[in-house]
DNA sequence: TCTCGTATCATTAATATGATAAAATCCGCC
DNA sequence: GGCGGATTTTATCATATTAATGATACGAGA
């Protein structure tokens, strides 16, 4: 049995249950994935909703099924690390210092050119977004709004700006990197929260329609929160690896 | 009925159908998209078979459904845009040049960086794939090879290297679209195929560990890329502000 | 006796069918 | 105009049949 009152449905109930059980490694050669009967009794389901939830997590790219051979877990590689689920799953569930970073370089990488082309392609509307989360931002600051959630609004203006449906996908992903990411930074000592300048700057640049002065802010800002949380996975093998990648970047942009 | 030989089985065959069906626009306010039962009929499939198709198209965001409102088709925000089978409905079955144009500001993105990465996190086997993708693209210079099953080589080639779990679920993504690409751009007059010396270019500064070079030699080719897609717009409403688009890259580079 | 191919069988998911439950809208009644 | 049942449609359940696939046993030939 399952408590269904999380999502709404039973599939869906069984989809949230069974997607974060495969991403946090319940599954392996030791526990293998059950069969389709073994679920059904797990769940306390008939075998059209199970089936059902199995479908929507092979849809995912989080299962594979045959017949005589059973359902098993896909190697990581053929998950869909950008479906909204799974990311959130791995982000609330299943936390690593190593996939923060990796998700933050997509950001490094998508909204510096994001913030370049708002500023060219935004319409009226989506720079009054990007300004209005900029005064969410200042009323957080003095106690009237929720900081997380300014911080939130502004980034998801910024990438909703650039007309780019792409990058308009990223936003629930970055919402649930950000609301972790801030979770996170905020038990490292000497965390200030995220700067209204900073922000300010980016949304200037945008407004005034300087695609690379927005670009360089928005790449600033973001690459010291990758600095933050890189050196904040101390003794982890990928340290090294991470501060030469932040080296990187700078020569492109100087 | 549907021709069943195409996926495998035929929950599949229906999922790749509807697929097709609801990203190149069939059904709307005027067409709505059919019941349960109406769906059945048309494929002569059981409820079962069915209703486990429209779950993997839920899962993916393109479809909904209530009791007693129906199925309906979500509006396109909500597709996993990023999801390798939608990309490749869309890009196959729906041509749009500002699609393309959008992929490729993604890659414009993310190539780069991801060289960068490349240049200092990739092992001596991913350096050597690499490598190995340029010796095929100089074989497919030669005839002896398949010039674009060798470009996408080097591009998945370089992805992985970035050891970047993101940046390598761009790999399918992006073997769609240059398959695409290349197919679109060679309609185009006076287009040349891709030029060894570039690509050569990033995989000297990836194997040499210069990730700044690395970097910059990438970008300059998906830049060329899109600047040639963009200027096949012609006509289109976005071709203004994609030229202004690329604009905006160069001051960041500069 | 060994080897290879073939037939049989067992297991498991795939598909089909029909029945019941729950949700949401519609319609008519008061 | 609000309330309650009727109706439509998906959600869930239960059971049966089919198909795919791997394992095993069998048998023919060398």
Redesign the interface.
């Known amino acids: 049995m399952i408590s269904r009152s999380l999502g709404q449905n039973l599939?869906n109930s069984i989809?949230q249950d069974l997607g974060v059980a495969i991403v946090t490694g319940t599954y392996s050669d030791q526990n293998p994935f059950p069969v389709e009967a073994q679920l059904c009794r797990q769940y306390g389901a008939s075998r059209?909703a199970l089936?059902?939830a199995v479908?929507?997590?092979?849809?995912?790219g989080l299962l594979g099924a045959r017949p005589r051979q059973g359902t098993w877990v896909q190697p990581?590689?053929k998950w869909?690390?950008?479906?909204?689920d799974i990311l959130g799953w791995l982000l609330e569930r299943k936390f690593s210092p190593a996939?923060l970073t990796?998700?933050t370089?997509?950001r490094?990488?998508?909204e510096?050119?994001?913030a370049?082309?708002a500023?060219?392609?935004a319409g009226p509307a989506e720079k009054a977004a990007v300004r209005d989360a900029i005064e969410r931002m200042r009323a957080a600051e003095r106690g009237e709004d929720d900081p997380l959630a300014s911080d939130i609004a502004f980034h998801v203006a910024v990438l909703r700006a650039s007309?780019?449906?792409?990058?308009?996908?990223l936003t629930e992903l970055t919402t649930s990197a950000l609301r972790f990411s801030i979770r996170t930074t905020n038990r490292y000592k000497g965390v200030k929260l995220a700067s209204v300048a900073d922000h300010k700057r980016v949304a200037d640049a945008i407004v005034a329609g300087r695609?690379?002065a927005a670009?360089?802010a928005m790449?600033r800002m973001i690459q010291e929160a990758l600095d933050l949380i890189v050196s904040h996975e101390a003794g982890t093998p990928a340290r090294r690896?991470r501060s030469?990648?932040r080296?990187?970047?700078?020569?492109?942009?100087a």
């Open positions: 599939t989809v059209t089936r059902e479908k929507m997590l092979t849809a995912k990581e590689s869909n690390l950008l479906d909204p996939l990796e998700f370089e997509v490094l990488a998508i510096p050119l994001a370049a082309l500023a060219t392609a007309k780019n449906r792409f990058y308009a996908q695609p690379a670009a360089e790449r690896r030469i990648a080296r990187a970047r700078t020569p492109a942009a």
